[in-house]
């Protein structure tokens, strides 16, 4: 019983950690991509560029082969770049009314206009300041 | 039964303490790069990319300054400017990036989508060390840089319009006195002005493209 609770308690200790591969940068993600599977993609996936779309599928249609490792931290890894791509896409979207009303005179300039938003994030909405944070600009 | 606990307690810990992230080359971080690149000024530099492959391609098909240690740079306007070079490690032959430098290309990728950097347009370029055919190894530096620009682009999604990729094979030694050495294999990022100020012009068909040129024989 005891042992259980100790289980438990590091693994709440460690649950963080796997929250945060959500907000992988995306060196880490692809450094874990290089680490995990160099040798799965050099044995089934030889000629394959490190290309998301083509990587992913050779590395599932060889999963009866891949290691546990790269099973394990391949999909956590592009789905980390995906969700940081996704984050920024929708970034202005989900702060509009940032973009409105405290940057409204760069909003046409992209790089003007995400820079004013990341300088207000004091001003900024809550669901704005997480966008912000998804999207790993800070 | 007190050990068994603590072995059970430490092998759950040692799971976690696997590092994240395991790196078979280290990658230059993100913030050095931004804070090298950040250094460009707006103004877009006076390079024709189009006009230095083809430079490229007429001294080699010339067979101009075939002594390596006495070769002019190609372009010696690039050293000049803004950059920062890393090292990318590809098959042999080939334009498939090792998996060891995917962690490289990933901190390009951070830097490039910084704020800081976004008003940039960049110029990537590769070069190859000396050996093999001259006219192969500019093929491969160009397949190269367009490989790292691809993965840029399609994983990454950094605007191609910010990224030109040129492949300088061995005409722009390093270091000229050492030809076949690895460091002038490294690649370079250069930043390049703003995107709405320097448009490429399309490339003229490197001669060395064409079907039937022989295979570089060197490795790296």
Redesign the interface.
């Known amino acids: 019983m ?2 259980i609770r ?2 438990l308690f ?2 709440a200790v ?1 649950a963080p ?1 796997l929250a945060s ?1 959500q907000a ?15 040798k799965d ?2 044995d089934n996936c ?8 083509r990587l992913k599928e050779c590395l599932y249609r060889n999963q009866d082969v891949v290691s546990a490792k790269c099973q394990a931290d391949y999909p956590r890894a592009f789905s980390a ?1 995906q969700q940081r ?1 996704t984050a ?2 929708t970034l202005m979207k989900l702060c509009n009314w940032e973009m409105n009303h405290l940057c409204s005179e760069v909003r046409t300039d ?3 206009g ?2 004013c938003l ?1 300088d207000s994030t004091k001003k900024a909405t809550g669901n704005c300041n997480k966008a912000i944070a998804a999207a ?2 800070r | 039964m007190r050990l ?2 603590i072995g ?2 430490l092998g ?2 040692a799971i ?1 303490a696997v590092p ?6 280290t ?1 230059i ?2 913030a050095e790069i931004i804070d090298k690149l950040t250094a460009a000024d707006d103004t877009a530099p006076d390079v024709d990319v189009a006009a230095l492959k083809q430079q490229a391609v007429d001294r080699i098909k010339a067979k101009a300054d075939a002594q390596q240690v006495k070769r002019p740079l190609i372009a010696p306007q690039l050293t000049k400017l803004t950059q920062v070079r890393f090292d990318i490690q590809f ?1 042999p032959d080939s ?13 390009l ?2 830097a490039l ?1 910084d ?2 950097l ?2 940039f347009k960049f110029l990537i370029v590769d070069h190859t060390e000396s050996g093999g055919r001259r006219d192969a190894n500019l093929t491969l530096s160009q397949r190269r840089a367009d ?1 790292i620009r ?2 840029l682009v ?4 950094i605007s191609g319009k910010r990224l030109v990729a040129l492949g300088l094979g061995e005409e722009q030694l390093q270091d000229a006195n050492k030809p076949a050495a690895p460091v002038n294999a490294r690649a370079q990022i250069i930043a390049f002005g703003k995107p709405d100020v320097v448009e490429p012009k399309p490339a003229a068909p490197a001669a060395a493209a064409k079907k039937g040129a022989a295979p570089a024989k060197k490795k790296r």
Do not use: H, W
């Open positions: 005891n042992r100790i289980a590091v693994l460690c950690s591969a992988l940068k995306f060196e880490e993600a692809a450094s874990l991509v290089g680490a995990s599977c160099a993609i050099d030889r000629g394959v560029n490190f290309d998301p779309t770049i791509i920024r896409t992209p790089a003007k995400l820079q990341l790993g600009y | 068994r606990t059970l307690l759950v810990l976690f994240v992230v395991g790196r078979a080359q990658a971080p993100a098959d334009s498939l990036i090792r998996p060891g430098s995917y962690g490289m290309i990933g901190s990728a951070d989508s704020p800081k976004q008003p490989s691809d993965v399609s994983t990454f999604k």
